[in-house]
Nanobody
């Protein structure tokens, strides 16, 4: 099992920045894909950014590309999501996810087995 704990959410105004963190623990060996997803009220969970450190690949949703950056600190077992130029439509609960497999669409939630509890991001206009 892999445990994921997110932190760093909060409330900001349009144009502001936030950095989310996700600390992984447990049996993290063999985790090949980690990512951030978000869910707004009444909407489906959507993939925001994914990293596959084994191949040095990153993937971003078109709506966040150029504004968000995903990174990983292996020594700290921590995943980050740096968010710039935030917009009201970025509001939602942000979840960290991990998978041992890399097949399937990187930004699809179906790839991921392990999930954090989520952290709220609210962007006001």
């Amino acid at each position: 099992q892999v445990q994921l704990v997110e932190s760093g959410g909060g409330s900001v105004q349009t144009g502001g920045s936030l950095r989310l963190s996700c600390t992984a623990s447990g049996d993290t060996g063999g985790v090949n894909s980690m990512g951030w997803f978000r869910q707004a009220p009444g909407k489906e969970r959507e993939g925001v950014a994914v990293i596959e450190p084994g191949v040095g690949a990153t993937y971003y949703a078109p709506s966040v590309k150029g504004r968000f950056a995903i990174s990983q600190d292996n020594a700290k077992n921590t995943l980050y999501l740096q968010m710039f130029t935030l917009k009201p439509e970025d509001t939602g609960t942000y979840y960290c996810a991990a998978a041992r497999r890399t097949y399937g669409t990187p930004l699809s939630a179906s790839r991921y087995t392990y999930w954090g509890q989520g952290t709220q991001v609210t962007v006001s206009s």
